[in-house]
């Protein structure tokens, strides 16, 4: 009698050591400490809507095809952005065109490389001094500079919120003026996602754009001291770019 009560008194303890290592809901073969053969409901959770919370919990539970649990750090998606880098450009020399409608190739680019599994966002600011070479009312309707970017060598996109295009004045005063001319600056900001595993070449590019009857329209700078006009400044262009990590 002693000799069975002993036996009995181990079943329940070989249990409760197997279910310390791993439990099987709806399952006689677990395979993780907890396994689930069926779906899960969680009644009560935190609210995180504050933003210490927000840093607190940072971590984004995952599964894979087989349903077993993961975690992934700093997935919160109100993480702040990175400096990653920055980069400029200068115009090297003017760019004179006698085209009458259209664009203006000014050879004038950066290029960013945005990181596999991130998100970037870029900031672009340029600035180009534009000048035509008559004071003839009538001689030019509309010149100034277009915004674009590609993508790994793609084709070229407009930024609109980047491009900056004037109507020319009609008329022109003051005595002597043998040309006119203006400084152009834009900004733009581009948000860029890369989910893959392999970083993106992305280009931005600023180009001229001219309607123009007769007159003549140059890009950057005018001259070099001391010519004349010399002080007009050259093209310039920089882009800031933030990275955050893609979950």
């Known amino acids: ?38 779906g899960a409901r969680v009644r009560n959770m935190t609210n995180i809507d504050t933003e210490a919370l927000s840093l607190e919990y940072n ?8 349903g077993v649990l ?17 980069k400029y450009a200068v115009l090297s020399s003017p760019i004179s065109t006698e085209v009458r409608t259209g664009r203006v190739n000014l050879n004038f680019s950066i290029r960013v490389s945005v990181p596999a599994k991130s998100q970037a966002q870029v900031e672009i600011n340029y600035s180009m001094p534009v000048m035509h070479s008559l004071r003839t009312a009538g001689t030019i309707s509309y010149m100034g500079c277009a915004l ?27 005595i002597g003026v043998s040309a006119f001319g203006m400084p152009i600056s834009g900004f733009a900001i581009d948000i860029i996602s890369n989910p893959g595993n392999t970083p993106i070449d992305v280009v931005y590019k600023v180009d001229g754009y001219v309607e123009s009857n007769s007159a003549s329209v140059t890009f950057g700078m005018y001259a070099e001291r001391p010519s004349y006009n010399y002080n007009w400044g050259r093209g310039a262009m920089s882009a800031q770019i933030f990275t955050k990590p893609i979950n």
């Open 1 to 38: 009698m002693i000799k069975k009560l002993f036996i009995l008194c181990l079943i329940p303890f070989t249990l409760l050591t197997y279910s310390q290592s791993q439990v099987g809901i709806n399952t006689l073969n677990p395979t993780q400490t907890l396994d689930v053969n069926g």
């Open 59 to 66: 971590n984004r539970v995952v599964a894979n095809r087989d």
């Open 70 to 86: 993961g975690y992934v750090v700093n997935s919160n998606t109100t993480a702040p952005w990175s400096f990653n880098d920055n």
């Open 148 to 174: 674009y970017m590609s993508v790994n060598g793609g084709r070229d996109t407009e930024l609109e919120m980047g491009s900056r295009k004037y109507t020319v004045p009609g008329s022109y005063n003051g």
